[in-house]
């Protein structure tokens, strides 16, 4: 059972948009940075967002994050059927003393 | 360009030992904290262990506490796990990774597979 929790599955036609939910408590997201990555198979995980909306130079702006409280969402605009991967949310834990991550969310681009 | 490449896993018995290796390049590395995390086959993300630029901070999944040891070298740009009385719930594609605001840049991956 993951500290933060993710839908496990989200799914959307190409061109379209999704969003995936990422719900904590105080002792995480309220209070701290929230990272998202990006899985694809077979593949190492990938950062796509961080301090909660910020993008790394090379992650193009169809990806976007926000945070409200004790939740996290990732958006992602104009789908590919490239963007069909596994995503995570994370972010540090002030009470566990740990990071923590969610417990993933596979896309499909129909 | 930033670059993190692990290694060292492999096939080890229940409570053996196994020492993995993350030599990181492309950054200057005691400026960094670093951490490891890990995937079960099919399975999500589990961060194993995080140490400061310095050293002086480290902290542990309760997973791992007595057993895995996180340790780096400045001199060598390298980051290291000491892995022992390992399990089979241990078995895991095992990721370095840079730590700048979270884990920002991750190696390919090193497989620790614990099994008889």
């Known amino acids: 059972q993951s500290v933060l929790t993710q839908p496990p599955s989200v799914s959307a036609a190409p061109g379209q948009k999704v969003t995936i939910s990422c719900s904590g408590s105080i002792s995480n997201i309220a209070n701290n940075y929230v990272s998202w990555y990006q899985q694809l198979p077979g593949t190492a995980p990938k950062l796509l967002i961080y301090d909660n909306n910020k993008r790394p130079s090379g992650i193009p702006d169809r990806f976007s994050g926000s945070k409200s409280g004790t939740s996290a969402t990732l958006g992602i605009t104009g789908l590919q059927t490239g963007d069909e991967a596994d995503y995570y949310c994370g972010t540090w834990d002030s009470s566990l003393s740990a990071w923590v991550f969610g417990g993933g969310t596979k896309l499909t681009v129909l | 360009q930033v670059q993190v490449v692990e290694s060292g896993g492999g096939l080890v018995k229940p409570g053996g030992s196994l020492r993995l290796s993350c030599a990181a390049s492309?950054?200057?590395?005691?400026?960094?904290?670093m951490s490891w995390i890990r995937q079960a086959p099919g399975k999500g993300l589990e961060w194993v262990s995080y140490?400061?630029?310095?050293?002086?901070?480290?902290y542990y999944a309760d997973s791992v506490k007595g057993r895995l040891t996180i340790s780096r070298d400045n001199a060598k740009n390298s980051l290291y796990l000491q892995m022992n009385s390992l399990r089979a719930e241990d078995t895991a594609m095992y990721y370095c990774?840079?730590?700048?605001?979270?884990?920002?840049?991750w190696g390919q991956g090193t497989l620790v597979t614990v099994s008889s």
């Open positions: 492309g950054f200057t590395f005691s400026d960094y904290d």
């Open positions: 140490i400061s630029g310095s050293g002086n901070s480290i």
């Open positions: 990774a840079r730590v700048y605001k979270g884990p920002d840049y």
